[in-house]
């Protein structure tokens, strides 16, 4: 009679168990279908990136929803969404954007040792609120008809009387400009930085108008000599299907400011996993693939941007543009005075 009951016993148990793992099974199944999706925000507008998103589906099976649009309205929307957002992980050009972000409380922060592993410390947020995707370097771009490289040395020297009615920058509301004085505040403080200023603008060619590209191509129309622009425009140019751009690229050289003394400024892109995300874990994923070797190699042959993963080299035509030394700076300190600088341009009369 006892063995009866404990065979029972055991009956019941094994089928309580077998239904209760079914269950249980069936369950995560849902959610996987559910859950492998990751949804971004994205001021980068090139189809790289979008072949790269597929690539990282292909590879995981989590489906990338994009959203593009410019980056304000990117960082407005998710303030205004706020807990009800979709979005997941937010892509942003230039760090004074991503150290906004993290100011809003927009971000949360992403631990990853993938993450750790691809990119160097001086590249990402203190707290891993941010991530650097890819790096460019604000350059400056001359005449090969007009000047001589030998000529050219620092962003410094710009403001040499030789250079007077020489010089073509963009608009002082640009980002790239604020990121790039705001580094000259943290590397040579702010009187230093206001002098530099009022010395360039008294050697600018024209008032300040027009993106980088617009740049180059005043130094082609002779209205300039010198302009300070990011390399990546140069690459894209090079490889324009317009051949006016073609030209115009051409006829211009590369110079990297800076290498006597500290170095040339480098800013990024990035990524940041969103505060109220439901895809953390994907987005997580999204970022360690983004940062990893063969995504890299793609940002710097398709888009001329400079790896973050120390162990990819990059591309032939950036190489052919030379090596150089960066600024001795922390990404995340460039991004903290951005919000100030803009005040100090348009004091020291930068339009
Ligand atoms: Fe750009």
Same mark, same amino acid.
């Given at each position: 009679?006892?063995?009866?009951?404990?065979?029972?016993?055991?009956?019941?148990?094994?089928?309580?168990?077998?239904?209760?793992?079914?269950?249980? &099974?069936?369950?995560?199944?849902?959610?996987? &279908?559910?859950?492998?999706?990751?949804?971004?925000?994205? @001021?980068?507008?090139?189809?790289?990136?979008?072949?790269?998103?597929?690539?990282?589906?292909?590879?995981?099976? *989590?489906?990338?929803?994009?959203?593009?649009?410019?980056?304000?309205?990117?960082?407005?929307?998710?303030?205004? !969404?706020?807990?009800?957002?979709?979005?997941?992980?937010?892509?942003?050009?230039?760090?004074?954007?991503?150290?906004?972000?993290?100011?809003?409380?927009?971000?949360?922060? $992403? !631990?990853?040792? *993938?993450?750790? !592993?691809?990119?160097?410390?001086?590249?990402?947020?203190?707290?891993?609120?941010?991530?650097?995707?890819?790096?460019?370097?604000?350059?400056?771009?001359?005449?090969? @008809?007009? &000047? @001589?490289?030998?000529?050219?040395?620092?962003?410094?020297?710009?403001?040499?009387?030789?250079?007077?009615?020489?010089?073509?920058?963009?608009?002082?509301?640009? *980002?790239?400009?604020?990121?790039?004085?705001?580094?000259?505040?943290?590397?040579?403080?702010?009187? $230093?930085?206001?002098?530099?200023?009022?010395?360039?603008?008294?050697?600018?060619?024209?008032?300040?108008?027009?993106?980088?590209?617009?740049? $180059?191509?005043?130094?082609?129309?002779?209205?300039?000599?010198? $302009?300070?622009?990011?390399?990546?425009?140069?690459?894209?140019?090079?490889?324009?299907?317009?051949?006016?751009?073609?030209?115009?690229?051409?006829?211009?050289?590369?110079?990297?400011?800076?290498?006597?003394?500290?170095?040339?400024?480098?800013?990024?892109?990035?990524?940041?996993?969103?505060?109220?995300?439901?895809?953390?874990?994907?987005?997580?994923?999204?970022?360690?693939?983004?940062?990893?070797?063969?995504?890299?190699?793609?940002?710097?042959?398709?888009?001329?941007?400079?790896?973050?993963?120390?162990?990819?080299?990059?591309? !032939?035509?950036?190489?052919?543009?030379?090596?150089?030394?960066?600024?001795?700076?922390?990404?995340?300190?460039?991004?903290?005075?951005?919000?100030?600088?803009?005040? *100090?341009?348009?004091?020291?009369?930068?339009?």
């Amino acid at each position: 009679m006892r063995k009866i009951w404990m065979l029972l016993l055991t009956l019941i148990l094994a089928v309580g168990l077998v239904t209760g793992c079914t269950a249980e &099974v069936a369950a995560t199944d849902v959610e996987a &279908v559910e859950n492998e999706i990751v949804n971004i925000y994205t @001021d980068r507008h090139y189809d790289s990136d979008d072949a790269l998103y597929e690539l990282f589906t292909e590879e995981t099976g *989590i489906k990338v929803n994009v959203v593009k649009g410019k980056s304000d309205e990117l960082i407005e929307r998710l303030k205004n !969404e706020g807990e009800d957002t979709e979005a997941d992980m937010i892509v942003l050009a230039d760090v004074g954007r991503l150290q906004r972000s993290k100011d809003l409380d927009l971000l949360q922060s $992403a !631990e990853s040792t *993938i993450i750790d !592993e691809n990119v160097p410390e001086n590249l990402r947020d203190d707290e891993n609120y941010w991530v650097a995707l890819t790096k460019r370097a604000r350059v400056l771009v001359y005449s090969k @008809d007009r &000047v @001589d490289s030998s000529e050219l040395s620092s962003y410094q020297a710009l403001t040499e009387e030789k250079w007077n009615g020489k010089i073509l920058v963009r608009t002082s509301d640009n *980002i790239y400009n604020q990121s790039l004085v705001s580094s000259f505040v943290e590397l040579y403080g702010q009187e $230093a930085t206001e002098d530099w200023i009022s010395g360039l603008v008294a050697n600018f060619a024209r008032e300040p108008k027009g993106n980088d590209r617009d740049q $180059a191509k005043a130094i082609a129309a002779g209205e300039g000599d010198i $302009a300070i622009m990011n390399t990546y425009y140069l690459g894209l140019m090079l490889n324009s299907s317009d051949s006016e751009e073609v030209k115009v690229a051409e006829s211009v050289g590369v110079f990297f400011p800076n290498q006597d003394v500290d170095g040339t400024h480098v800013n990024v892109s990035g990524a940041g996993v969103v505060k109220y995300a439901d895809h953390v874990d994907n987005a997580v994923k999204l970022i360690e693939f983004l940062t990893s070797e063969s995504a890299q190699r793609s940002y710097s042959e398709a888009n001329y941007e400079y790896p973050v993963n120390p162990m990819v080299e990059p591309s !032939e035509l950036l190489k052919s543009w030379g090596t150089f030394k960066e600024q001795p700076i922390k990404m995340s300190s460039i991004g903290k005075n951005v919000e100030d600088v803009l005040k *100090i341009m348009i004091q020291n009369g930068w339009k």
